[in-house]
C-alpha cells in the first residue's frame, strides 16, 4: 500500500456500474481504503466489499441522519437504530477497523428566505441516544471510532470528553471530513483523536489554517468519495484513487515534502485502524 484513503463509500450506487473497475484502479495504484457503513445494509455491504479485497477495510455503523428518517422510532426516544445484534455480526470479520461513520449531524438546508431552522430537540436526544449507544459498542469490541460530525462539534466534543475521563485512551478514533476550528481541534488532540480531509481543500482556502495546525502525526487523507472530487477531477465522480491529489495538497499548504508526509498518514492509519505501533 503507497497511499490511503481513510473515508469512502464504494458501496454507494454511483459505483454500481464500474465497481470492480475502481478497485483495480486502487490496487494497480497502490490505494488502499476504508469503506464505510452509514446504515446497516451499507455496513454489510462494506464488509464484503472488504473481504474481498486485501486493500480495503470497512467500518460498520449507522449515520445521524437516520433518526430523521423515522424508520427505527416510536414517536420517543426509546428506541435506536442500532440493532447491536446485527452489527455484533458484522464485527466478527477482521477487516472491520471501525465504528461508524457515527456521531451528530445538525445541518439544516437554508430555506429560501435564507433563514436556517434549528434541528430540534427531540432530533437531537435520538442523535445523542444513537451516538452514545455506538460509542459503548466501539468500547466494547476496542475498535476506533470514525466520526461524522457537522454544526455539532460541541456536543459532540462534550460526550466524548466524558467517555475519555473514565476509559482514556481506549476511546479513539478520528474526525471525518474536519471542518471545525483550532479550539476544536485541540479537545480533538487531548483526547488523541486524529482528523481528516478530503478533496475540498484543493479548491478552498478554508482549510489551510488548520491544516497547518494539526500535528503530523494526527492528520489523515480521505476523499468521502464518491462526493466531493478534487481538482483536477472537480465536478466528477470522485474515487479513492484521488486521494493522492488530495495529500499532494496538503503537503504544499504544509510545506512540507509529498512523500515523508504521505508516509505519517500511513502510520497514523495503521495506529489508529489497524493497532499497529
Not at 454500481?16 to 497502490?30: I, T
Not at 445521524?64 to 414517536?75: I, L, N, Q, R
Request: glycine share 6%.
Amino acid at each position: 500500500m503507497k497511499y490511503v484513503d481513510i473515508h469512502c463509500h464504494l458501496d454507494s450506487k454511483d459505483f454500481d456500474s464500474d465497481r470492480e473497475a475502481v478497485l483495480a484502479r486502487m490496487k494497480e495504484s497502490g490505494v488502499g481504503a476504508i469503506t464505510i457503513g452509514a446504515d446497516l445494509e451499507s455496513s454489510k455491504k462494506a464488509v464484503e466489499i472488504a473481504e474481498q479485497n486485501e486493500n480495503v477495510w470497512a467500518c460498520i455503523g449507522v449515520h445521524p441522519e437516520e433518526v430523521s428518517k423515522g424508520t427505527f422510532w416510536d414517536g420517543g426516544i426509546s428506541k435506536v437504530p442500532f440493532d447491536t445484534s446485527e452489527f455484533e455480526n458484522l464485527i466478527k470479520s477482521p477487516k472491520v477497523v471501525g465504528i461508524g461513520e457515527c456521531g451528530l449531524d445538525y445541518f439544516t438546508p437554508r430555506s429560501s428566505s435564507e433563514a436556517k431552522s434549528e434541528v430540534g430537540f427531540l432530533d437531537k436526544t435520538k442523535q445523542k441516544k444513537l451516538f452514545e449507544s455506538q460509542i459503548q459498542f466501539a468500547l466494547k469490541y476496542d475498535k476506533p471510532l470514525m466520526l461524522h460530525i457537522r454544526d455539532a462539534y460541541t456536543d459532540a466534543l462534550d460526550i466524548l470528553e466524558s467517555y475519555h475521563k473514565v476509559y482514556r485512551g481506549k476511546l479513539r478514533g478520528n474526525s471525518h471530513f474536519f471542518a471545525g476550528g483550532i479550539e476544536q481541534a485541540k479537545r480533538f488532540l487531548d483526547l488523541g483523536f486524529t482528523m481528516s480531509f478530503t478533496g475540498v481543500v484543493t479548491f478552498t482556502h478554508d482549510y489551510d489554517k488548520i491544516i497547518k495546525y494539526i500535528p503530523q502525526n494526527f492528520i489523515m487523507s480521505e476523499t468521502d468519495a464518491p462526493w466531493v472530487a478534487p481538482v483536477p477531477f472537480r465536478g466528477k465522480r470522485n474515487e479513492p484513487i484521488y486521494v493522492i491529489e488530495v495529500i499532494k495538497k496538503m503537503a504544499e499548504i504544509r510545506g512540507e515534502d509529498f512523500n515523508v508526509l504521505n508516509k505519517a498518514i500511513i502510520k497514523n492509519f495503521e495506529r489508529v485502524f489497524l493497532n499497529r505501533e
